[in-house]
């Protein structure tokens, strides 16, 4: 088994750009697909990311993912931040049949 | 439009069983992988279950051999029975459509089940 690390939090002001990692433990970070959800207060998560880097088509390409196997990592990448960004976002991927969730990161923007 | 409705949360004792429901609308439950997915108070998301289109199941460790996942292809509806319930499966619980190997691409909007006496 594998585990995702994420940053806890990150902050960054409005209209710069913000990159969230998520570092796999052991194996290849391009062995299964990653995906990135984002979940505001209060509400259920959805999809910004699946297959590593491909945005479902109701997500601004302000949002981008990859993967970076020198770091055996992925990362989230959110350009132009608006102050509806802020929410906190889980990377997953798979381990076998199972489901591996990081942590969560928590993005302010301020 | 895709639609996941879940219900059947609420306060339940240790050891306590309950039934959670996903009633889906605007695809078809059982030509489609679904799965369940937690969230504990102030926590992150945990994996709980899946259901693969051709019937196979998978749990997660913690909560293997006491919760089964199901559907009812009549009533087009994820089941989720929870049996010998413990306090650490107190969470909001969500269902998902899940487009293989990418991940939940229609969540529900959860229920949320408490365990406590």
């Known amino acids: 088994n594998f585990m995702l690390t994420q940053p806890h939090s990150v902050s960054e002001s409005p209209g710069k750009t913000v990159t969230i990692s998520c570092t796999r433990s052991?194996?290849?970070?391009?062995?299964?697909?990653v995906q990135w959800y984002q979940q505001r207060p209060g509400s259920s998560p959805t999809t910004m990311i699946y297959?590593?880097?491909?945005?479902p088509s109701e997500v601004p390409d302000r949002f981008s993912g990859s993967i970076d196997s020198s770091s055996n990592s992925a990362s989230l990448t959110i350009s132009g931040l608006k102050t509806e960004d802020e929410a906190d976002y889980y990377c997953?991927?798979?381990?076998?049949?199972?489901?591996?969730f990081g942590g969560g990161t928590k993005l302010t923007v301020l | 439009e895709v639609q996941l409705v879940e219900s059947g949360g609420g306060l339940v004792q240790p050891g306590g069983s309950l039934r959670l429901s996903c009633a889906a609308s605007g695809f078809t439950v059982s030509s489609n992988y679904m799965s369940w997915v937690r969230q504990a108070p102030g926590k992150g998301l945990e994996w709980v279950s899946d259901i693969y289109s051709g019937g196979n199941t998978y749990y997660a460790d913690s909560v293997k051999g006491r919760f089964t996942i199901s559907r009812d292809n009549s009533k087009n509806t994820l089941y989720l029975q929870m049996n010998s319930l413990r306090v650490e499966d107190t969470a909001v619980y969500h269902c998902?459509?899940?487009?293989?190997?990418?991940?939940?691409?229609?969540w529900g909007q959860g229920t949320l089940v408490t365990v406590s006496s």
């Open positions: 297959e590593d880097y491909q945005r």
């Open positions: 052991s194996g290849s970070i391009a062995s299964n697909y």
């Open positions: 998902g459509k899940v487009v293989p190997a990418a991940g939940i691409d229609y």
């Open positions: 997953q991927s798979y381990d076998s049949s199972n489901w591996v």
